[in-house]
């Protein structure tokens, strides 16, 4: 055995053996069934729509816009989510407003057995994640989920994919923790969340698992230096958790928002249904599930959320133009096709 090579090659090959043992336990028949996936698609992609506007000449949301290859970033974080979960236990939340464009009925049409769910406005990701939730937990009350942002690129999918599956053996071997899955950051980005790993360096949890000793949300550049020096993380926002342990912290947290959840809930299969959600929207202040709920959970449950680093993938935010415009350039120069990433395509 060689103990020293440090070239690319044996580098890369050091990453991928990590992934092919990332298996904490055998995956039995009631895990598989019970493994379910939320996509946030719901967003109005206010900070890129005048980049989008340039492109397209029009204001659809960024998820749907093609902005590499031939598929969108919703396509693409379907087709990254079916890699462990099937259509029929995956729930997309879009908002009303975005069927006002044909492109969003068209790319939603090919997933036929993925249960949209329709937000009647936007409030934030808190009810963008609990109103899906809701019809999840009905159908599915023992559900382990995982959480897929629709709006964020991935270059190397399958090894991603491979710590989604370890962060679910994680949860189902221990049901009261919520895994966030954090990537090294490359520069002190000021829109991005930061994970701190506690202290305690004897972690029970494989793959260099720990609890978050801290989160941080979108910290200023000397802040964001600051918490890289700890060994921070970037907040990829893929979590995975039991649906009960979540809600359970949501009653804890955000009672108010809790209560609300707790109706559309109730109200599911009535024939009053759309009435209530639309009455719970209105009802409801703007929360966002970073800064108003899990910044706040370490601090509220010790030792509840934990964060798994991410080893070898190449992920992006795509929330600015000059985020895209500077990962593109990169891809350019990179291998065309890799673990099935559309070959990139320049916007200039």
């Avoid at 990701?125 to 009905?138: D, F, I, R």
């Avoid at 270059?155 to 990537?183: C, I, W, Y």
């Avoid at 000793?213 to 550049?221: A, L, M, N, S, V």
Wanted: aromatic share 8%; hydrophobic share 40%.
């Amino acid at each position: 055995m060689i103990a020293e090579d440090f070239t690319p090659l044996a580098s890369l090959a050091r990453e991928l053996l990590v992934v092919t043992i990332m298996r904490y336990k055998a995956l039995n028949e009631t895990d598989a069934i019970n493994r379910c996936a939320i996509v946030l698609a719901a967003g109005d992609g206010i900070r890129l729509r005048s980049f989008v506007e340039k492109l397209r000449g029009d204001a659809l949301p960024k998820q749907y816009v093609h902005l590499i290859g031939n598929r969108s970033m919703l396509e693409m974080a379907f087709r990254r989510t079916q890699k462990l979960i099937p259509q029929q236990r995956q729930f997309a939340v879009v908002s009303e407003s975005h069927f006002n464009y044909t492109e969003v009925a068209q790319q939603l049409s090919a997933y036929p057995q993925v249960h949209v769910v329709v937000q009647p406005a936007n409030k934030d990701t808190g009810m963008g994640l609990l109103l899906p939730l809701a019809h999840l937990s009905a159908r599915h009350p023992d559900a382990t989920v995982v959480v897929f942002p629709a709006d964020h690129f991935i270059f190397e999918e399958d090894r991603f994919m491979a710590h989604v599956e370890a962060a679910f053996g994680v949860v189902e071997q221990n049901p009261s923790k919520t895994v966030l899955l954090g990537v090294a950051p490359t520069d002190p980005e000021p829109d991005y969340g930061y994970l701190v790993p506690s202290d305690d360096r004897h972690s029970p949890f494989p793959f260099g698992i720990r609890e978050v000793g801290c989160f941080i949300e979108k910290p200023e550049p000397t802040a964001a230096r600051t918490l890289i020096a700890r060994g921070g993380l970037w907040n990829t926002m893929v979590m995975v958790f039991k649906a009960k342990t979540l809600i359970e912290h949501v009653r804890r947290i955000k009672p108010q928002l809790h209560r609300g959840f707790r109706r559309i809930c109730d109200a599911i299969g009535s024939t009053g249904f759309l009435d209530i959600v639309r009455q719970v929207y209105v009802d409801a202040e703007p929360i966002n599930l970073s800064k108003d709920f899990l910044e706040a959970l370490p601090t509220h449950r010790t030792s509840s959320l934990l964060v798994l680093p991410v080893r070898g993938v190449r992920w992006s935010d795509w929330g600015s133009e000059k985020r895209i415009l500077s990962e593109i350039a990169v891809l350019e120069n990179l291998e065309p096709v890799k673990e099935g990433c559309e070959s990139p395509i320049s916007l200039h």
